[in-house]
Nanobody, 127 residues
């Protein structure tokens, strides 16, 4: 059974940094796509970044390019999301998601292409 556990959310002032972690279990030795989505009140869920544990291109939403960095440690787990130069518009609930298939996207990440989801961690950026 796949489980995703997020950590690292919190409150920070604009311009500050936070690092989120997503620990995945249940995939065994198989590679998988792991991603971060976020959802602010009244808005649609937005794909922020996606990385395939087997390597390849990393997806970043245009809204976070140059400010957010996804990485994984040598054991491919957990997935980290380093968030720098945070803005109030980054305030949202951040969700880790994963799927057995390689990452794919057409313009943006489709949340429906991910079968596994964590509970979410809140990120609040004050001005």
């Amino acid at each position: 059974q796949v489980q995703l556990v997020e950590s690292g959310g919190g409150s920070v002032q604009a311009g500050g940094s936070l690092r989120l972690s997503c620990a995945a279990s249940g995939f065994g030795n198989k590679d998988y796509c792991v991603a971060w989505f976020r959802q602010a009140p009244g808005k649609e869920r937005e794909g922020v970044t996606a990385i395939y544990t087997g390597g390849g291109s990393i997806y970043y939403a245009n809204s976070v390019k140059g400010r957010f960095t996804a990485s994984q440690d040598n054991a491919k787990n957990p997935l980290y999301l380093q968030m720098d130069s945070l803005k109030p518009e980054d305030t949202a609930m951040y969700y880790c998601a994963a799927d057995d298939a390689p990452c794919w996207w057409v313009g943006s990440l489709d949340p429906q292409s991910f079968n596994y989801w964590g509970q979410g961690t809140q990120v609040t950026v004050s001005s």
